[in-house]
């Protein structure tokens, strides 16, 4: 009941365009947040926030999924934040940071290199609780990917050394005439740009949400572009240009899937620093991002859209809600899945168009805690551009 009664005086004020910097509604947030992290090994281990995962075809059973990209993102988003808060707040997001590093290594590589897997590499599992699935554990688990690598290293801010020695690293793991992308748009077909694993016997995956974080990664540890780097932009240009992102989010952005999900992550990316070439597309995607959150129905990719748009210096529109739900419940929105486990990204083109396309091999993703970090982010992006410090 405490929660609920929280969650209803966040929005009354967040809905109601009362200054978004409140204290009390980012300190509630934050405790709502903490109220996630695990406190003892259980499904989840200590330190973890939970997340679950479900068949898009059965949705009516929920698996929990123990992987560290949620808790990855959530440390990463509020460190990123906490420059902005006042010292209480500073000390939760310095508490769930410290309780999230001790779980961290149980999804490193095991050989100690300094990249990450999306599920555990102390016991390698794929798709953890999925009952007789897990007899291929070993012989099919997946190999560490740049997404969750860059995340990590982001979210436990390590030293500069470490991200150019990964970066050197990540130069072996590019579309090349030796191992070449077979399922793309023929203009990046070419494009000597990072594949998403770090697999030797992955097939050649381009996904561009996680480009963008691999961008951000190399843009914020001011790291010198490599030939993969600018080849990573020309791709998103190509992108842009021929706006696959709206009309084939699922075949471009395989991992994320969603037009609204993609544009945030650019936004993320161009809002770090300039890159004149995506820059140059900076009105197009505002226009996109303002058309989509006009017509916007759910209440979670109303709340990511707008801070696109106030990473890109616009203020959005007011966001609107379904009355008929309660606040939690739109909040900490099930159907609402900010990553996608689709296996069609590895199939031919013409099978991947489709399959990707379709529900026959994706998995939704859902982590209530990182709900509540979006609209904690987002309220603090209204605050700081209302303050002009955006």
Known sequence: MRS??????IFFCYLNDIKASDTLQITHLLQRITQFQVKENGVFPKGLFPSYRTYSLNRDRQKADINIFFTGLIVFTLENLKDKLTPYQQKLINDISTNAKSISVKFKNQKGR?????WPTDTPKIFPNAGWLNILDKSQSIPDDMDDTVIMLLALKKDSITAA?????MQGYTNSKTKKINNTLESIKD?????VWFGKKMPIDF???VLSNVLYFVQKYNLPFTNADSASIQLMVE???????LSNA????????KPQIILYHLSRLMALKPIPELDAYKVDLINQATRLLQIEKEFMNQVILSSALINWGIKPNIITVNQTKSLQDLIEDESFSFFIANVGFMLPKQLKKIITASSVVKFEYYCPAYNNVLLLENLVLHANYAKGTN
């Open 165 to 169: 020695s990964v970066h050197q690293f």
């Open 191 to 195: 494009l000597p740009a990072y594949s």
């Open 207 to 209: 996904d561009i949400s």
């Open 250 to 257: 699922n075949f471009i952005s395989p991992h994320y899937s």
């Open 239 to 245: 992108v842009l240009k021929e706006k696959k992102h």
């Open 114 to 118: 300094e990249t990450y897997n999306f």
């Open 4 to 9: 609920k009664c929280i969650i209803s005086l």
